[in-house]
């Protein structure tokens, strides 16, 4: 509405802010409403929060029960904002440590040649979720960086959880039967990745360009997903 | 931007933010509604911004101060010196300093995103027709052809053709080690991105050919869609002959319309001739090379980096005459070949 572009330019000379205050004048036909709280007591909210004296396994607690809230969140995906508020990277850590090891032992690592099959994952996903992250940020999105690489992050598990079915199913067999499981499994978890990340990044983004955020998320998330699809452990 | 900028807005909600502006308390209770958009959740950066923005702003005072002071000693001396003079050096003064607020501002983050901001200006159905005409070589040139500075759709090429190298390598049972793997996609990829637009750049500027390095980014980035098409083709379906006509036709295409964009921005024949001779034959190549030669390099690389000692890696030829099908589609090839 017009009173408010008309508020915004006033309000950012920002030398003199209420200059044209007092000349405001609001048309009659827009009626003013709202409350205006006035908050003297929120600083209590502070003291009543203590951590400083409770037992370390009920800060432990705490957050673990906070990670696995969010695990729920990812597995059941709807349009909260619970895993933007307040973000965390242990469940991203946890996650993404999970999938390297699980990854780990391949056929593709030689005996003496571990450690490049755990850092790739590593890097993979790190990297990945930044520049993700970043291209998001120069489309005009509006979330901060850790909000987004926390939802990244968490929408890893159906992936993690596709590793761990796939290592049991080629722990049976390994022939074709088990590869068209193991195909299975891993498209519907990467769609499903790819959709629960969307469902939360999708709103900070402006709405034409929803397209081109995806994009790259569906990239990432396909790459992981080839990356466990093709594991095959060492005889 | 001064007054305002001690308080920060976190809020989604327009009016939501009265409170956190009476509690920071700074001074006045300014909105700065500039940021009334921003709904990012995190105080921590927040605080971090404001931080950078109110040193920004103690450092432009101590300019300006250290300026008046300049100008006031200058003045005594003005009827010595002259306006002219006095002019000049003020004017140089500014600009000085101006760059150098650009320059120390360059190195903020969010500020660095600002800059890049402009070059991701799209939408989806730009980035859509734009990859259908990186296809399309147009016959006009006469008349310099638009070429779009965007660097949305390149980087995001540049992307698929790492996933589709990895892929690639994975698929050919090659054996090596997965960092390496990933390391060579990505540098390959940037590399020949990177590097080539700014070799035929460097020729374009040589020739006095009408192009920026952006609009040369992004001419080369598009060029790249032609190379994941024909790559994720071809790594799927081993088949010579199929290799080939799309080489030519797909990849073909595509240098097509690079060269002819690159034509109708040079004048001469042998400014022409150098800078689309030299663009066509780097980027068919990249694609033969990215086809056929990348495993003898990958191990001629590891070879040299781990030294002789080294046992040979074990594997297996990829490109063999006959019709070699992938593992997905490998049965309907024993069928083909037992009949």
């Known amino acids: 509405p017009d009173w408010f572009h008309w508020t915004r330019t006033s309000f950012t000379e920002a030398s003199r802010p209420f200059a044209g205050l007092s000349d405001v004048s609001i048309s ?20 009543e929060f203590s951590t400083l004296d409770e037992p370390v396994k009920e800060t432990i607690l705490r957050d673990l029960r906070a990670v696995g809230n969010k695990f729920i969140h990812v597995l059941y995906p709807k349009r909260s904002s619970a895993l933007l508020r307040d973000w965390d990277l242990w469940g991203p850590l946890l996650l993404c440590v999970t999938l390297a090891l699980l990854l780990q032992g391949g056929a593709a690592d030689n005996d003496d040649q571990g450690g490049p099959q755990f850092a790739e994952v590593f890097v993979i996903v790190w990297f990945g979720s930044i520049i993700i992250t970043l291209n998001s940020k120069l489309l005009g999105g509006t979330i901060s960086f850790f909000q987004s690489l926390c939802v990244l992050g968490y929408c890893i598990m159906p992936l993690t959880v596709a590793m761990i079915v796939c290592r049991l199913v080629l722990l049976g067999s390994s022939g074709t039967v088990s590869f068209a499981v193991r195909l299975i499994v891993v498209t519907a978890s990467f ?21 081109l955020v995806v994009y790259p998320v569906f990239l990432f998330y396909f790459v992981i997903g080839w990356m466990v699809l093709t594991f095959s452990p060492s005889q | 931007m001064s007054g305002g900028s001690g308080t920060r807005n976190t809020n989604t909600e327009p009016w939501g933010s009265f409170d956190d502006h009476l509690i920071q308390g700074s001074g006045a209770a300014v909105i700065d509604m500039e940021n009334m958009d921003d709904t990012s959740g995190s105080s921590f950066e927040d605080m971090g911004e404001m931080h950078q923005r109110m040193k920004e702003e103690e450092e432009v005072t101590a300019e300006a101060a250290a300026t008046d002071d300049d100008t006031h000693d200058d003045g005594e001396f003005l009827g010595m010196k002259g306006l002219k003079g006095q ?32 070059y991701f200006d799209v939408e989806p159905v730009q980035v859509r027709s734009r990859l259908i005409e990186s296809l399309i070589p147009v016959r006009m040139i006469n008349f310099p052809q638009k ?44 590399g020949y991105w990177l590097g080539v637009s700014s070799f035929i750049y460097f020729l374009a500027y040589l020739v006095n050919a009408q192009i920026t390095m952006l609009q040369m980014l992004s001419l080369l980035g598009y060029g790249l869609f032609g190379h994941c098409v024909v790559l994720l083709i071809t790594y799927n ?19 097509l319309r690079m060269v002819a964009a690159l034509l ?76």
């Not at chain 1, 009659?28 to 003291?47: F, K, L, N, Q, W």
């Not at chain 2, 379906?237 to 006509?245: E, K, M, P, T």
């Not at chain 2, 800078?275 to 590891?302: A, D, P, R, W």
Request: hydrophobic letters at 45%; glycine letters at 8%.
């Open chain 1, 191 to 211: 769609g499903w990745s790819t959709f629960a990340s969307t469902a939360f990044l999708a709103d900070s983004q402006p709405p034409n360009r929803k397209a």
């Open chain 2, 87 to 118: 002019l000049g050096r003020q004017v140089a003064d500014e600009v000085w300093q101006a760059g150098k607020r650009q320059a120390s501002r360059a190195f903020n983050l969010y500020a660095n995103i600002d800059i890049l901001r402009p």
């Open chain 2, 147 to 190: 070429i779009a500075g965007e660097l949305y759709g390149p980087l995001m090429l540049v992307f698929t053709l790492v996933a589709i190298l990895l892929h690639g390598m994975k698929t050919s049972d090659t054996v090596i080690r997965e960092g390496t793997l990933m390391g060579t996609a990505i540098g390959t990829c940037f």
């Open chain 1, 28 to 47: 009659e036909d827009i009626p003013v409403e709202g409350d205006i709280s006035v908050p003297v007591g929120s600083s209590r909210r502070d003291e």
């Open chain 2, 264 to 339: 109708s921005r040079t004048v001469g024949q042998t400014p022409r001739l150098l800078l689309c001779g030299t663009l066509s034959l780097l980027h068919m190549l990249f694609l033969l090379y990215l086809h056929f030669n990348y495993h003898k390099i990958v191990e001629g690389l590891l070879d040299s980096l781990d030294g002789p000692h080294m046992a040979p890696m074990q594997r297996v030829a990829r490109d063999v005459a006959e019709l070699t099908l992938n593992a997905s589609v490998r049965s309907l090839g024993v069928t083909l070949r037992a009949q």
């Open chain 2, 237 to 255: 379906i081993h088949f010579h002959f199929l290799f080939y006509v799309l080489w030519l036709l797909i990849g073909g295409l595509s240098t």
